[in-house]
């Protein structure tokens, strides 16, 4: 997959609302080693993923049991 680096990197708060879940739901993800690696961090050193690593994480993301 070709990720798109032109696309602004979305925090916490961008990706639950993509997956519609709470920001603390994604921090737990990626506590718990379900989210990919960070793309980028920003200037206050929060981790950063592009959209298009994102959407195809999840398409294939831990699902409620």
């Known amino acids: 997959m070709r990720v798109n680096r032109d696309a602004e990197p ?11 879940v709470r920001p603390e739901t ?7 080693g379900l989210l990919p690696d960070p793309d980028a961090t920003d200037g206050n050193g929060h981790p950063r993923w592009y959209p298009d690593t994102i959407r195809a994480w999840a398409r294939n993301r831990p699902r409620h049991r």
């Open 26 to 32: 994604v921090r737990s993800y990626r506590r718990h």
């Open 10 to 20: 979305w925090s916490y708060a961008e990706i639950a609302r993509h997956i519609n």
